[in-house]
């Protein structure tokens, strides 16, 4: 170890340098303090994992953080290794998937929506919501405004509020779900509420659910819509 230091110190390209960058990288002791006290192989393993877990854990926060249209998911909420709640489908039927994978494209700003066309195609497409071309159709539009929805969302929506009233209480709703942005975030990922709403296992398994359906119920019938007005 002592001839590796003296020799290949400042040799960016030695084996041993690599294993210096790895240590610093990952937050790991120096060379110096594990020449000194060696730790047992079980525990360096262990130290290890952890460290190489905190450290990408850390930048995919931040990464997801910086990403605008991961707005609406916790980003707290995320972790290495960890199903996200959209994801927890054990057992489920295939239509519990379908369901999942439009809410999941929903949460991570993948679901195109008019207002997405009109930036990939810089403005030469329209914003306009083509259901009711009352305004720019973005996911807070289709998800709490677009009239022509207004049937499915009043159905399915209802059943959102309805357990969180149980649950919590008016006040509560008053406080933390008082405008259509924090409605999405809520209905996108009820996670952002775990806290202020003390959402629980129960009310957590419901509102997943619930969340789900309506967001299903508002893509077939947009899908229909647009299908029948023949607009791709
Ligand atoms: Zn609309």
Redesign the pocket.
């Given at each position: 170890m002592n001839r590796q230091i003296a020799t290949n110190f400042d040799n960016k390209k030695s084996f041993f340098s690599k294993i210096l960058n790895i240590l610093e990288l990952y937050s790991l002791p120096s060379i110096n303090i594990l020449q000194n006290s060696t730790p047992k192989k079980n525990a360096w393993k262990e130290e290890i994992n952890r460290q190489i877990h905190k450290f990408w854990n850390d930048k995919l926060k931040s990464d997801a953080f910086n990403k605008t249209s991961l707005k609406y998911v916790c980003i707290d909420n995320l972790e290495i290794g960890k199903t996200a709640h959209v994801w927890k489908l054990k057992n489920q039927p295939r239509i519990e998937i379908r369901k999942s994978i439009v809410k999941s494209r929903m949460m991570t700003g993948t679901y195109i929506l008019q207002s997405d066309k009109h930036k990939f195609t810089h403005f030469s497409t329209e914003a306009t919501?083509?259901?009711?071309?009352?305004?720019s159709?973005d996911i807070v539009?289709?998800i709490t405004?677009?009239?022509?929805?207004s049937t499915i969302r009043e159905k399915y929506f209802i059943d959102i509020k309805k357990v969180i009233l149980d649950s919590c209480g008016p006040a509560k709703w008053n406080t933390y779900c008082n405008n259509k942005m924090e409605i999405t975030r809520l209905i996108l990922d009820w996670s952002n509420f775990k806290e202020s709403l003390s959402i629980g296992m129960e009310l957590a398994e419901k509102l997943e659910q619930k969340a789900r359906n309506l967001l299903f119920q508002l893509h077939i019938k947009r899908i229909e819509i647009l299908d029948a007005r023949n607009i791709k």
């Open positions: 919501c083509q259901l009711c071309h009352t305004e159709e539009h289709m405004t677009c009239p022509v929805l």
